[in-house]
């Protein structure tokens, strides 16, 4: 029998529909049903790629004895948090101030009201390693809330009042300026790992929002060091195993320092921002492997993640089914010697071993190899590693695939959107602009619909039920405005203006702070406000980078405004943790390079709109066209009348331009040295 999970639309609530546990979602109702049993409730949050959640359901939510217990003394809510990430923040950090550390699957038991009283991440079925059996927990919970109701209350009433007082200080007055951007990248230096590329130890996260900071912090100054930073990490990751050498597309973490095994679930947010870092690092380089790596990455995401309505889904798993039925993680990707031999045969699959570094003993567990590129198969034949590579990868086809979370997240398609976009136009792929095109398409259709405001997420082109918080409009607004810079159509201009007006007036607060859900969203203990950038760009500095691209385009102060007060919190975070703040900075740094905005006019696509998008000035916006009915489209063309009949291109700064230019090599130098004026 179903529980009430069968009538969502989240692909990993459906995999607890045939649960024996009485699950329900999110809801006043499931609140009420607390309150009207007098019991607690038992909120697990989770999401569908997360190996953990997987392995907890399979113990606890499908043994009948367990669900029994559970449907018999609490009332059991499940989240996706990535459905509901409001939900996900405000009790994960709860769980980090009570235990100092977090995580998937999150297990916190709940007043009627909401008030978190006890918490934990993944329990076992059996008590190990010090830690309680998932039976010992519930049962342990539930004589607590029967014999010591008091004392349940008052630990949930200082939870409560300890995170209403953690306010958040937003950095105060005024915007990063040069003395905080060097900090920033001092303190990258200082945790940046020669040996190795990247940030920190183990384990170790792409980290492509720094990229990004350090890409434009080059090219505004000329810092040969962050430059090398960001080319050598992300060399290092394309040749570790992180990236999927046969396949295209980074996996999401790699539990080594040296990039050489992953966590292998693949996220759409990490090959977004990825593929956008290595088009930006080829535009910046001209490097051939940056070149290939953004095209393969967005060729994988097209690939394998577009949706049937256009967009994209969410994640593929890390575990598939291995040659003995078995569910592990990494079966689909990793190879031993003998499996290259039987695809390969022996000279081939000798070859490939030395070139992908697949060893006898193996890199991963029970022998197998992740494919890498140790590059100490001197020089080679590209024909020969392209034929291995179509072989291999073929017979990979064959292999039971990763499960797919199916659902379109409205954020995470915003980035795709603006990667696509951008490397399809460098590259000369207007296949890749077409699908940024339809994503968006059906971001406006879908996402947007009647309501006139952001869904989080749909499935199958039904949008689902919850709003779209602070990230969902910032990273939309942004892929809306790289795809009008590309395509030349005014109209995502306009449909970026209409989401950033709804951060204006809803998720704004004093003094330039924003909260990462609406003034009329619906109440939690706390409302959330995260500034800090962790695997994708937070709403805050999202926000930020879309509202100052936006007031370029548009000369709107109001919009120029919020984003500087928004990037406060980046003069109060840049110095301390540039780790965590790296898209913030990379926006700080196209404050402090104006940023540019370049009117082209003259035809979309032609030469000189295309040098203006390979313009490496930080956050410049390109607004190109040409007729009478351009201006209409993009503001910046207004008055911008041809020289000597010829397309012509005009860079302004702070209200001043330079002359107006017909050749691309004086465009282009005008847009790669620091800002003048």
């Known amino acids: 029998m179903a529980n009430r999970l069968a009538q969502t639309t989240s692909p ?25 049993r007098d019991v607690p409730v038992l909120l697990s949050v989770g999401y569908a790629s997360c190996h953990w959640c997987h392995v907890m359901a399979h113990e606890s939510f499908e043994d009948d004895a367990t669900a029994a217990y559970m449907n018999e003394h609490f009332v059991s809510v499940k989240v996706d948090r990535e459905e509901r990430p409001d939900v996900d923040a405000v009790y994960m950090e709860a769980v980090q101030a009570a235990t100092g550390h977090g995580g998937w699957p999150m297990t916190v038991f709940l007043t009627a009201d909401g008030e978190p009283f ?19 927990v519930l049962e342990g919970v539930a004589a607590a809330w029967k014999d010591r109701r008091d004392e349940v209350a008052e630990v949930a009433g200082r939870i409560v009042a300890d995170l209403a007082g953690r306010s ?17 990248l001092l303190g990258l230096t200082r945790e940046y790992d020669e040996q190795h590329g990247g940030f920190g130890g183990a384990p170790k996260f792409p980290p492509s929002m720094a990229v990004e900071f350090l890409l434009r912090h080059y090219a505004r100054t000329g810092s040969e060091g962050a430059l090398q930073m960001a080319a050598d990490t992300c060399a290092a990751m394309a040749r570790g195993g992180i990236y999927d050498q046969l396949g295209g597309g980074f996996a999401r973490y790699s539990v080594d320092r040296e990039w050489i095994v992953p966590h292998f679930e693949k996220m759409l947010y990490d090959n977004a921002l990825l593929c956008r870092v290595y088009a930006h690092l080829w535009r910046a380089t001209g490097s051939d492997e940056a070149r290939r ?43 031993t010697p003998a499996q290259l031999r039987e695809v390969l045969g022996e000279a081939d699959a000798a070859f490939a071993a030395a070139y992908y570094g697949v060893t006898e003993d193996g890199t991963f567990e029970e022998g197998a190899s992740v494919l890498r590129l140790p590059g100490d198969a001197g020089p080679v034949d590209a024909d020969r590693v392209a034929d291995v590579r179509a072989r291999l990868l073929a017979a990979r086809e064959q292999r039971p695939r990763p499960g797919r979370d199916d659902k379109v997240v409205a954020a995470w398609n915003g980035l795709a959107v603006a990667a696509l976009a ?40 039904r949008a689902g039920d919850n709003a779209g918080v602070l990230e969902d409009y910032g990273d939309v607004a942004e892929g ?25 007036e809803q998720f704004t607060g004093e003094g330039g702070q924003l909260y990462d859900t609406a003034h009329d969203a619906e109440q939690l203990i706390r409302r959330p406000q995260d500034p800090t950038d962790s695997a994708t760009p937070s709403g805050w500095t999202a926000a930020a980078g879309a509202l100052l691209s936006y007031a370029a385009y548009t000369g709107s102060e109001p919009h120029r405004t919020a984003a500087e007060g928004a990037l406060g919190v980046v003069k109060a975070l840049g110095p301390r943790v540039p780790r965590f703040v790296g898209w913030g900075l990379a926006v700080a740094e196209a404050l402090l390079d104006g940023p540019r905005e370049v009117a ?44 000597g009949g010829q397309p012509t291109a005009y860079v302004c700064r702070h209200f001043v331009c330079s002359a107006p230019t017909t050749d691309t090599g004086e465009l282009a130098a005008a847009l790669a040295g620091p800002a003048g004026g």
Not at 121 to 136: D, I, K, L, N
Not at 168 to 184: F, I, W
Not at 314 to 327: N, P, Q, V
């Open 293 to 335: 790596i953004a095209l393969e990455t967005a060729d994988f995401m097209v690939r394998e993640l577009r949706t049937a309505e256009g967009g994209f889904a969410s994640a593929l798993d890390a575990d598939s089914e291995d040659a003995d039925g078995r569910h592990v993680e990494g079966a689909y990707y990793v190879w």
């Open 600 to 643: 082209v006019a003259g035809p979309v696509g032609g030469e000189l709109h295309r040098t203006a998008l390979l313009g490496r000035a930080p956050g410049a916006v390109v607004a190109a066209g040409e007729g009478p009915g351009a201006g209409a489209e993009f503001p910046l063309l207004v008055d911008r009348p041809l020289v």
């Open 12 to 36: 990993y609530l459906l995999q607890h529909a045939d649960n024996p546990v009485d699950w329900w979602p999110w809801s006043p109702e499931a609140f009420e049903e607390a309150r009207r």
């Open 480 to 504: 809306f405005l790289a795809l009008a810079a590309v395509t030349g159509e005014g109209a995502w201009l306009e449909f970026a203006g209409f989401l950033l007006d709804i951060v204006l």
């Open 168 to 184: 958040l200080v937003h950095g105060g007055d005024g915007v990063p300026g040069e003395s905080e951007v060097a900090q920033a």
């Open 118 to 136: 006890y918490f934990g991440t993944y329990f076992p079925p059996e008590a190990r390693h010090g830690s309680p059996s998932f039976r010992q």
């Open 422 to 461: 951008e490397t399809g136009a460098y590259f000369d792929r207007p296949d890749l602009v077409e699908r940024a095109t339809e994503a968006a398409d059906l971001l406006v259709r879908v996402h947007l619909g009647e309501v006139a405001r952001l869904t989080r997420t749909s499935k199958d082109g």
